[in-house]
Nanobody, 131 residues
């Protein structure tokens, strides 16, 4: 089991940017696929973005494609962190954002956009976009 801690949320005006971080406490991040999900009040949790353990493939929800970028730093001595750069934010991006992790093989990449696939979750960070 690993621990995940999100940070970087806050209040921003529409059109602005935020960068979320997901710090992962693990011997190495190399074996973990990471996903970002979000949940707005009264709504179900939804997929935002995911990145494979190698970092060579990422995918995004249609609602954030072209605006959000997921990236990872597997250097365990310094970072072990996954980022979600969010640009051109909209009011509908307002939600609690969660990162999730799972030891994953390339053959399972098709499952990375489903929240049930992940074993470990962070506590979330709130993003509020004012219009």
């Amino acid at each position: 089991q690993v621990q995940l801690v999100e940070s970087g949320g806050g209040l921003v005006q529409a059109g602005g940017s935020l960068r979320l971080s997901c710090a992962v406490t693990a011997f190495t991040l190399d074996y973990y696929a990471i996903g970002w999900f979000r949940q707005a009040p009264g709504k179900e949790r939804e997929f935002v973005a995911t990145i494979t353990r190698s970092g060579d493939y990422s995918s995004y929800a249609d609602s954030v494609k072209g605006r959000f970028t997921i990236s990872r730093d597997n250097a365990k001595n310094t970072k072990n962190t996954v980022y979600l750069q969010m640009n051109r934010l909209k009011s509908e991006d307002t939600a609690a954002y969660y990162c999730a992790a799972r030891i994953s093989a390339p053959s399972m990449d098709a499952l990375l956009k489903y929240d049930y696939y992940y074993n470990d979750w962070g506590q979330g960070t709130q993003v509020t976009v004012s219009s």
